[in-house]
């Protein structure tokens, strides 16, 4: 079988099940030949005789599941691999598949949970990620789809298609939306604030200011609303109103590397070199082993200011670590972009 001659699988398959019909192992093998080969009733009814023979034999009802999946038959095909799931609860193809057959059948819910399950089991398997996904999406728009046959005027429904907007690019008519919903609910928390988003991801740097003071009005204790503000406020060279929301920011969220690196560039534009350095390095050490573009900037930061301060040393190492780092992750890019070529090679060629 694993040479691809199924049917001379097959014939040896069907003769052990003549001379030991009671071997379950028997008529699951060959239920496996038959599914590959496309004979779905023939793999059906192997996969059933098995399970006759051995009820809780391992694989057998994911497979059955599989079969009557391709058959189209959902509500067998979940009753099945719902069973299978109770044999082999740690088998995170299990779960897919049930996730995958709950979709065909329209649970989109049920189908998001137990992708989820998958998911956990299985963090990096494409396929899973793909139908959990799928399942997550449908589950989205079903959502949605309620919350306007409930109250099509809700600022709830304009906010949700402001979001949707943004998904698509479409700032412009994301920031109507918005203004909409605000217009509707002006103190609700977290509205002012995707406003900002919005504005911000348009490059419209005065609005985004303005939105997010409008939050912060709002919610006074939204940390997020602070730290982004604070990177607007840089961005629009006021570093002294950065400086204050970032040390702020920081009394909250002591090791926040962002929240360093950030305070590290506001107090750099004022001049205040040593406490930007350490603010740097307190970015480093906060990074701890994970890669980050704040990481390798915060190097580069270092260097420089090591380098204004006559530390040539210190500047070098700090600089050496940034090119290491933008060189792996350069590499890491890459290979990345390597292996998406192939896929869609591969897919191409199939």
């Given at each position: 079988?694993?040479?691809?001659?199924?049917?001379?699988?097959?014939?040896?398959?069907?003769?052990?099940?003549?001379?030991?019909?009671?071997?379950?192992?028997?008529?699951?093998?060959?239920?496996?030949?038959?599914?590959?080969?496309?004979?779905?009733?023939?793999?059906?009814?192997?996969?059933?005789?098995?399970?006759?023979?051995?009820?809780?034999?391992?694989?057998?009802?994911?497979?059955?599941?599989?079969?009557?999946?391709?058959?189209?038959?959902?509500?067998?095909?979940?009753?099945?691999?719902?069973?299978?799931?109770?044999?082999?609860?740690?088998?995170?193809?299990?779960?897919?598949?049930?996730?995958?057959?709950?979709?065909?059948?329209?649970?989109?819910?049920?189908?998001?949970?137990?992708?989820?399950?998958?998911?956990?089991?299985?963090?990096?398997?494409?396929?899973?990620?793909?139908?959990?996904?799928?399942?997550?999406?449908?589950?989205?728009?079903?959502?949605?789809?309620?919350?306007?046959?409930?109250?099509?005027?809700?600022?709830?429904?304009?906010?949700?298609?402001?979001?949707?907007?943004?998904?698509?690019?479409?700032?412009?008519?994301?920031?109507?939306?918005?203004?909409?919903?605000?217009?509707?609910?002006?103190?609700?928390?977290?509205?002012?604030?995707?406003?900002?988003?919005?504005?911000?991801?348009?490059?419209?740097?005065?609005?985004?200011?303005?939105?997010?003071?409008?939050?912060?009005?709002?919610?006074?204790?939204?940390v997020s609303s602070m730290y982004k503000l604070a990177v607007v406020s840089i961005e629009r060279s006021k570093p002294e109103v950065a400086e204050e929301l970032l040390s702020e920011v920081l009394k909250r969220t002591p090791r926040s590397a962002d929240?360093?690196?950030?305070?590290?560039?506001?107090?750099?534009?004022?001049?205040?070199?040593?406490?930007?350095?350490?603010?740097?390095?307190?970015?480093?050490?906060?990074?701890?082993?994970?890669?980050?573009?704040?990481?390798?900037?915060?190097?580069?930061?270092?260097?420089?200011?090591?380098?204004?301060?006559?530390?040539?040393?210190?500047?070098?190492?700090?600089?050496?670590?940034?090119?290491?780092?933008?060189?792996?992750?350069?590499?890491?890019?890459?290979?990345?972009?390597?292996?998406?070529?192939?896929?869609?090679?591969?897919?191409?060629?199939?």
């Open positions: 079988m694993r040479n691809g001659q199924l049917d001379a699988a097959a014939s040896e398959f069907s003769q052990v099940t003549v001379a030991a019909p009671s071997f379950a192992g028997a008529y699951f093998d060959l239920g496996l030949v038959r599914l590959q080969q496309g004979r779905i009733d023939d793999a059906i009814r192997s996969f059933e005789k098995s399970l006759v023979l051995k009820p809780r034999l391992r694989g057998a009802n994911l497979f059955l599941g599989i079969a009557r999946y391709r058959r189209s038959d959902y509500a067998n095909a979940i009753t099945a691999l719902a069973r299978e799931s109770r044999i082999d609860p740690a088998n995170a193809k299990v779960w897919m598949w049930l996730g995958v057959a709950q979709l065909a059948a329209g649970n989109a819910s049920a189908a998001s949970a137990n992708l989820d399950k998958a998911a956990a089991l299985s963090p990096n398997d494409i396929d899973i990620l793909y139908h959990r996904g799928h399942a997550h999406m449908l589950v989205s728009k079903e959502t949605y789809e309620r919350m306007y046959k409930a109250d099509p005027n809700s600022w709830r429904v304009h906010q949700v298609l402001a979001q949707s907007f943004v998904e698509q690019n479409r700032l412009e008519e994301a920031v109507k939306e918005c203004q909409t919903a605000i217009g509707m609910k002006p103190q609700e928390p977290g509205l002012h604030e995707e406003l900002a988003d919005i504005y911000w991801q348009g490059d419209q740097l005065p609005q985004a200011e303005t939105e997010f003071e409008a939050e912060l009005k709002v919610d006074p204790e939204s929240a360093h690196y950030q305070l590290g560039r506001a107090q750099g534009q004022l001049g205040k070199t040593e406490a930007a350095i350490g603010n740097f390095s307190a970015a480093v050490k906060d990074s701890g082993q994970s890669d980050t573009e704040t990481l390798r900037q915060s190097y580069y930061q270092l260097a420089q200011l090591y380098r204004r301060t006559q530390h040539p040393e210190e500047s070098r190492a700090a600089l050496d670590s940034f090119v290491r780092l933008k060189q792996q992750a350069d590499a890491q890019q890459a290979q990345k972009l390597q292996d998406k070529l192939k896929r869609q090679t591969e897919a191409t060629s199939q």
